[in-house]
């Protein structure tokens, strides 16, 4: 998708409004849609809670935070300036890695002077009247705007279970989602880890070493795949630099928003020898190349997929020599890619450390925390450190805990009760010139290059509007019904519909009382992004016409 032309006229009333959007959330999203529309010449302005950019990068602090993507295909393409003056140093960039370069991204593109940090969004309200969007601030300010954008992330909500007695746990609390900027001293303590997604899976093998003893309280086990680190050296990040923007076409016509080879064989039409052979090579590639770059149909079919689901549970057993260990650390009532499954830099080998003790809490669960630990049946666990790794309130989370308030009073939250509609997971009858970057329905895949996509469309749909008199850019109900459709009918196709018993949260299944349905789109990225161009290309289609009469 191309930027588009400066807008030239402007449609809905601006004369009276503070800004021209108004984006909240300060990360990839936010810059990446900031950048956007100051090149469109929109006078914008970015709230976040936080201190600084970063979003996601920000608040994750927890030590071993890293991506699972590998730097090339995590990261903006669309400035040069940027391409070609960032060095990232890992293959795996870490936590204040990513954080810098978000700095950096900010900083280049002259984005600090439009973004005013400190300032949580609490409301946002359409004001029918005036065709405006009243965004209030936690201290009680509001600004208006023509344009409201969300850029508050798709895994941004934390979510923490409600333990009987955390309250009365005397040592120290930490979550991963908002880990403190000073660090936590973590040296010599008795910790206690619950939650073994993506998150934990991280913490375990960097703690682990320099803690008394660290208790994994694992209720699901995770199919954890090898991900090898090491530094990106001059040659190497001088090849990235010339080839960008092949990069990013490539994941643009990728499912899963990444530039990898295509694979074209299932892993039940190969024989044994073979398949074994392939997935070796997957296994030491790393990370989301053996999901992806194997075989094609492991999210697919059942049977190729047992056949990753049980290479992955001999990969365990090889390596955590206690076979009691290793068997609770084997998923075995759910498959590989019923959860997303996480990148792992030594997660399995952590177990072959003396102080590091499984603890099965499936059958039982945490009991309660008490003053010194938790207890889990009869048994009492002393801990100093109680750490959440509990994950996130996925794609609707960061929606529906603030009040975004649309047509007659309908809050977005009382809209998804009942199951989630949206446009594409850009836009929502009902809430005019309101757009989503990762909003729920949009494709399961690599992030960065999904937002810097969806803010790129975002930007030519508002030039589109102001170009062409269009005060209000809002879905039509056909079309959030049959994108609804389309996105059961993807999900409901895939292996991924197995992991509502293992609560996964592409499937709202992690939250207590939050419906079970497919939260993000699972008919591929590349599919998405087709339908979004030929949307585009359209005049928006779908995006405006149920709205013409009303504003
Ligand atoms: P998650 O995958 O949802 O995992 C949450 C963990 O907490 C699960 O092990 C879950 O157990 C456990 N848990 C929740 N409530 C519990 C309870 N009451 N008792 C015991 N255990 C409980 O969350 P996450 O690890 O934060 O990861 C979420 C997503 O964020 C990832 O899938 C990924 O997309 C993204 N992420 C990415 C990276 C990266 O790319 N490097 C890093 C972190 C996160 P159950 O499974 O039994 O529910």
Known sequence: MKDSTVANTTAASSAEADYDAIIIGAGFSGLGMLHHLNQLGLRSRVFDAATGVGGTWYWNRYPGARTDSEFYYYAFSFSREVREEWKWNERYPSQPEVLRYLEFVAKKLDLYKDITFNTKITRAKYDEDNNLWHVTTASGDTFTARYLVSGMGALSAPSRPDIKGVSSFKGEIYQTATWPKEGADLAGKRVGLIGVGASGVQIVPVIAPIVKDLYVLQRTPNYVVASSNYEVNEDWMNEIRKDYDNIHKQATSHG??????????????????????????GWKEGGFHFMLETFNDLALDEESNAYASDFIRRKIRETVKD????????PKDYPFNGKRPPGGHGYYEAYNRQNVHLVDIRQNGIDEVTETGVRIGDRHI?????IFATGFDAMTGTLTRIDIVGRDGLVLRDKWKDGLKTNMGIAVNGFPNFFMILGP???????????QEA?????????FADANGIRCMESTVEAEDAWAAEVHRAGSA????????????????????????FNVYMGGADVYLKRCEDIASNGFVGFHEGALTTC
């Open 256 to 281: 899963f928003a990444v530039p990898f080879k295509k694979p074209v064989v299932g892993a039940k039409d190969v024989s044994p020898d073979e398949r074994e052979r392939i997935f070796e090579d």
């Open 323 to 330: 076979a009691a260990t290793a068997e609770l650390l084997c």
């Open 382 to 386: 002393e801990l100093d450190v109680l």
């Open 441 to 451: 329905q949009t494709p399961y895949a690599n992030l960065p290059v999904a937002i």
């Open 455 to 463: 803010v790129g469309w975002v930007s030519r749909a508002i030039a």
């Open 494 to 517: 895939t292996i991924m519909a197995k992991g509502a018993g293992a609560h996964a949260w592409f499937l709202g299944a992690n939250i207590p009382g939050k419906p079970t349905e």
